[in-house]
């Protein structure tokens, strides 16, 4: 799942945006987290935590993901990727 696969490609800035709001709900530096980091199975991250990434996502980028394909959010790749589609929308 690419971040460009809905043809809206995310700023740096955007996706630094989106990295700090998982970080800080999974309570992990964001220097040690790469784009292809594992949440559940590096970070430990459990499926109330990914309820509440969707909620912070949501309350700060001002978008919908109600109908988000959460199951491809295991890691920053994937939330980039849901993102971007959201936005494209």
């Given at each position: 799942m690419s971040a460009?696969?809905?043809?809206v490609?995310?700023?740096p800035e955007r996706k630094e945006q989106i990295k700090a709001i998982v970080c800080e709900v999974l309570e992990v530096d964001p220097a040690e987290?790469?784009?292809s980091t594992l949440?559940?199975?590096e970070l430990d991250a459990?499926?109330?935590r990914t309820i509440e990434?969707?909620?912070?996502l949501e309350r700060t980028l001002g978008i919908?993901?109600?109908?988000?394909?959460i199951e491809g959010m295991v890691n920053l790749d994937g939330v980039y990727a849901v993102v971007a589609e959201s936005?494209?929308?």
């Amino acid at each position: 799942m690419s971040a460009i696969r809905s043809g809206v490609e995310l700023s740096p800035e955007r996706k630094e945006q989106i990295k700090a709001i998982v970080c800080e709900v999974l309570e992990v530096d964001p220097a040690e987290v790469l784009d292809s980091t594992l949440f559940v199975e590096e970070l430990d991250a459990d499926s109330l935590r990914t309820i509440e990434m969707l909620a912070d996502l949501e309350r700060t980028l001002g978008i919908d993901l109600a109908d988000a394909p959460i199951e491809g959010m295991v890691n920053l790749d994937g939330v980039y990727a849901v993102v971007a589609e959201s936005e494209a929308k």
